[in-house]
Each structure stands twice: as C-alpha cells, then as structure tokens.
C-alpha cells in the first residue's frame, strides 16, 4: 500500500530537548516536504526536498532542520523546540519532478513543546 | 503575505444540492492548482487538480474551475453528500513550491 509514514504521532517535550520526527515513504517519489498547521493559518510550508541531498526552506523554516539522505527518508530536527512550535505537523511526498503534483500526506504529527 | 486565499472559513450546504468552494490567488506564476480534502485526526488527502492551461477539469462528482484572468479557481461539488463534510485545502504550485490557503470547512446537512 502506498503511503507516507510519520513518527511519532503525538509527542509532548519541554522547551530546548531536542527531537525528531520521521518521515518515510514506500512510493519512490522524489519530492518530500514538511508543512505545518496551525488554527486560522492553514497549511504552511516548513522545507522541500527535490531529491537525495536536496533541500530549501519553505515559507516558515526557523526553527527547523532536515536532511536527505535516503530517497524514502525525510526526517524533520528540531534542534532546540520552542512554545511556538507547538502545531500540528504534515510530511508529504509527491512523484512529478518538473514541480509539484499531487502530494500524499502522512496522518501528521500533533507536538506540544512545554 | 497569503498568495492563496479561502475567504470563507466555513459553509453549509444541504445533502443533494451544490457546495461551490471558492479559492482566489495573487501569485500570476502559480502553473497548477489542486485541492485537497481533511478529515479529523488525518492527513490531508488529494481531491482533483487543473493545469493553468486549463479551465475546467472534472472528475465524478467534483469539478473545477479556473479563471486565470481573475485569478480565482472555484470547487463544485455536486450532488453533495454528508460524508463530503471536510475541511476542504486549495493549493498552488509554481516550481518547487505549494502554496496552500486557510481552508474552507463543509457541512453537509442530511
């Protein structure tokens, strides 16, 4: 079954612990990003990444780190997690390589930083 | 600054009849539209897209619309089901990026 794979699905940390949430998927799309959501502002991008070792920042990337090392990986670091990077968080992949087609969604990840 | 915007956050609509989700955009450059639907507690799930060389795509029950000159993109759901009530995602794309607005959250009223 084709799908995008987070981890954890729920997580609750203190201010300054460094984490990590995971992002796999078995569909050998090329692109993969990182949105996050938050109430009355939709669905915003964090960072893309166009192929193995490629990525940029999206429209909200302070805060955050990711890497690509693997095709079907696309971890998302958080380094130091503030309060404000409470919110709820969406990896998503997508096959057309010229831009940005349909994109699969994992089922997100709620984080509440304390 | 919002590129993509869903003016009306929320709307109902009665079971059979038409929900029309309206999206419009400032980005001229945008080349491909899609929209995306989410349930609670769920990711969200690709809907139907259209190509800025297009006006019109449709597939099912779900069509959209799109006026380039007016840069606005419309979704028409017809006839309307109660297990359409979602929140409902319009999105833009121009090169490596995708632009989403605020969403427009359906109720479908039997």
């Known amino acids: 079954e084709a799908q995008v794979t987070q981890n954890p699905r729920y997580l609750i940390t203190v201010t300054g612990k460094k984490l990590t949430v995971t992002c796999s998927q078995n569909?050998?799309?090329?692109?993969m990003s990182w949105y996050r959501q938050d109430p009355g502002l939709g669905l915003r991008q964090i960072y893309y990444?166009?192929?193995?070792?490629?990525?940029d920042k999206g429209d909200v990337p302070e805060g955050y780190k990711v890497s690509r090392k693997e095709k079907r990986n696309f971890p998302l670091i958080l380094e130091s997690p503030s309060p404000n990077q409470t919110s709820l968080y969406f990896c998503?992949?997508?096959?057309?390589?010229?831009?940005?087609?349909?994109?699969?969604f994992g089922q997100g990840t709620r984080l509440t930083v304390v | 600054d919002q590129q993509v915007k869903q003016n009306s956050p929320s709307l109902s609509v009665q079971e059979g009849r038409i929900s029309i989700l309206n999206c419009d955009y400032t980005?001229?450059?945008?080349?491909?539209f899609l929209w995306y639907k989410k349930y609670p507690a769920e990711g969200p799930t690709f809907l139907i897209s259209?190509?800025?060389?297009?006006d019109k795509n449709e597939d099912g029950r779900f069509t959209v619309f799109l006026n380039k000159s007016a840069k606005h993109l419309s979704l028409h759901i017809v006839p309307s089901q109660p297990g359409d009530s979602a929140v409902y995602f319009c999105?833009?794309?121009?090169?490596?990026?995708?632009?989403f607005g605020k969403g427009t959250s359906l109720l479908v009223t039997p």
């Open positions: 569909m050998n799309h090329e692109y």
């Open positions: 990444s166009m192929n193995v070792e490629v990525t």
């Open positions: 980005n001229s450059m945008f080349d491909y």
């Open positions: 998503a992949s997508s096959l057309r390589t010229g831009g940005v087609s349909e994109a699969f």
């Open positions: 259209i190509s800025s060389i297009k």
């Open positions: 999105a833009a794309s121009v090169g490596w990026t995708l632009n």
